[in-house]
């Protein structure tokens, strides 16, 4: 069973970096993308991120471009989204996802099949 784990969230002041991780269990982690999604309040969830299997091919939201990264450690089955120059719009609950099929590289929800619990991230002004 696919476990994945988010941490890395907390309240921070606008301008401010944060790292989150989610550490992933039981699949062959090297072999998929890995996505990040955020849902705010009385919003649908969202695609942030994603990174193909070898950390090579990236996606972003036109909304974080620039600003976040995301990138992995596949020997220690890890993905990372590095977040810098935070504004109160990125306030949300991060969600960590690893996509359906091997080798693949989506950005809508349904390209990914398993998901963390989320961290959330609180951004004040």
């Known amino acids: 069973q696919v476990q994945l784990v988010e941490s890395g969230g907390k309240l921070v002041q606008a301008g401010d970096s944060l790292r989150l991780a989610c550490s992933a269990s039981?699949?062959?982690?090297?072999?998929?993308?890995m996505g990040w999604f955020r849902q705010a309040p009385g919003k649908e969830r969202g695609f942030v991120a994603s990174?193909?299997?070898?950390?090579?091919?990236?996606n972003y939201a036109d909304s974080v471009r620039g600003r976040f990264t995301i990138s992995r450690d596949n020997a220690k089955s890890t993905v990372y989204l590095e977040m810098n120059s935070l504004k109160p719009e990125d306030s949300a609950v991060y969600y960590c996802?690893?996509?359906?099929?091997?080798?693949?590289?989506?950005?809508?929800?349904?390209?990914?099949?398993?998901w963390g619990q989320g961290t959330q991230v609180t951004v004040s002004s």
């Open positions: 990174l193909d299997w070898s950390g090579r091919r990236a």
């Open positions: 039981g699949l062959t982690f090297s072999r998929y993308a």
């Open positions: 996802a690893a996509e359906v099929r091997a080798y693949g590289l989506g950005t809508r929800s349904i390209d990914f099949g398993s």
